[in-house]
């Protein structure tokens, strides 16, 4: 019999291969400073692009106020316990009545993580006899979730309506044998690419199909819709979407989630979602702080139009230049270039050491071979200045990259690869 580490002593797995050569720096890297637009890494100043505090909430005065008045008043343990035995209090209803009334639904309910909350409430709301539809493109904790299904499953091409449409016949022929029903799953916006999902379109369809839908938002809230309500208020189908999820790891800057519906569903999911019915409640100084940043969504625009000003000028400033930045239609902005993985290490490396510009690189095979994406994350804290910089920095790493600079720096490393 093998010995059931036998396989990981072998194989490492896609990205663990890796290891050696980009731990500590590519992947796992450590960012120094308070988060803003320019921390440090490795003892350098680098302009920070790598994360998704969109509105700028993570290192707000106001925010970290309220955030340690609620730390030194309720600790780190308050409430303990699941909410449904005795983790459940007032500030959590009231934040989930302020988070429904934000998005527009009837009711929402807090997640301890987006994560996990995704996956059971996926697990909640189907049975056996029920078809899940979803994005073949969708986020790991969706991909998770469906994997929790006793039932069964099709994967529609990225958004794709065409392809939906054909996979809503299959699943409507075989729901009709199955006696069950049929949930589409699709993000609002897509966080590697930045595309939107094509909702206005998926709610089209319900006039032809009987089916259910539930929108990750995770990147959509606080950044799209004329309040920040999202990718539903963006593209005005907000009602249509039955179960709607949004994570506080974003925009809020913080950790938690929630998700919101017609009361009845929330209801049910709340004696039903066993991420939340079997653990620990969202920790008081979460709940709190969550409250202070829905508040200042609310009542600063000005925090979502600054980081428009910063996407704006990023995304045109690189298009001007003629940098391909695919088909974005949020604040998610990645640059596609052509390179080997190895000639992606050196080119990121040039950027940090040289440029000082920290942005996360994307490779084969999360996106095709002889593709490198730079994933750049605009917020409200950059300044003008930055984008400048940055695009400067872009034009002398793409002369570097097409004159075969990369490719001389990484030879050693190419060849040990066979790339
Ligand atoms: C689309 C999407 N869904 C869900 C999550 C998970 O949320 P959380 O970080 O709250 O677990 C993420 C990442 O944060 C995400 O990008």
């Given at each position: 019999m093998k010995d059931l580490f036998e396989k990981i002593y072998r194989d490492k797995g896609p990205l663990g291969k890796w290891a050696a050569q980009a731990e500590g720096y590519f992947v796992f890297p450590k960012l120094e400073g308070e988060i803003s637009n320019r921390m440090k890494f490795q003892g350098k100043d680098v302009i920070t692009w790598?994360?998704?505090d969109y509105l700028g909430l993570a290192n707000h005065p106001e925010v970290r106020k309220v955030d340690a008045e609620a730390a030194a008043k309720y600790g780190s343990a308050y409430p303990m316990g699941a909410r449904m035995m005795s983790g459940h209090t007032d500030i959590h209803e009231q934040l989930q009545n302020e988070l429904a009334e934000f998005v527009s639904k009837e009711a929402a309910y807090l997640l301890n993580f987006g994560y996990q909350g995704v996956m059971s409430t996926i697990d909640a709301l189907v049975g056996k006899d029920d078809i899940i539809v979803y994005d073949v493109d969708a986020h790991a904790c969706i991909i998770d979730g469906v994997r929790l299904h006793m039932g069964k499953r099709f994967t529609y091409k990225h958004n794709d309506v065409v392809s939906l449409e054909k996979n809503l016949e299959r699943a409507t022929k075989m729901a009709e044998h199955t006696g069950g029903g049929i949930l589409v799953i699709s993000e609002g916006v897509f966080g590697m690419r930045g595309e939107q999902g094509r909702l206005k379109e998926i709610v089209e369809l319900k006039k032809k199909f009987n089916f259910r839908f539930l929108v990750d938002d995770a990147h959509g809230f606080g950044t799209l819709g004329a309040t920040g309500a999202g990718a539903g208020e963006e593209q005005g189908v907000q009602d249509d979407i039955d179960v709607y999820f949004a994570t506080?790891?974003?925009?809020?800057?913080s950790t938690g989630a929630f998700i919101a519906a017609d009361k009845e569903i929330i209801d049910y999911l709340k004696y039903n979602l066993r991420s939340q019915m079997f653990a620990k409640s969202l920790q008081m100084t979460l709940t709190v702080g969550a409250l202070k940043r829905l508040d200042m969504l609310r009542t600063m625009p000005e925090l979502k139009q600054n980081l428009w000003t910063i996407v704006d000028a990023l995304q045109s400033g690189l298009k001007d230049r003629g940098f391909d930045i695919g088909?974005?239609?949020?604040?998610v902005t990645p640059v596609y270039l052509k390179g080997s993985i190895p000639e992606a290490m050196a080119l990121v490396r040039d950027l940090r050491e040289n440029y000082g510009i920290f942005c996360s690189i994307v490779v084969y095979p999360v996106i095709p071979k002889g593709l490198i994406l730079l994933r750049m994350i605009p917020t409200a804290t950059h300044t003008l200045e930055d984008v400048r910089e940055t695009l400067d920095a872009f034009d002398a790493i793409r002369d570097r990259l097409e004159n075969g600079t990369y490719r001389r720096m990484s030879a050693a490393l190419i060849a040990a690869m066979g790339e």
């Open positions: 790598s994360i998704n506080f790891a974003k925009s809020m800057a088909t974005t239609q949020s604040c």
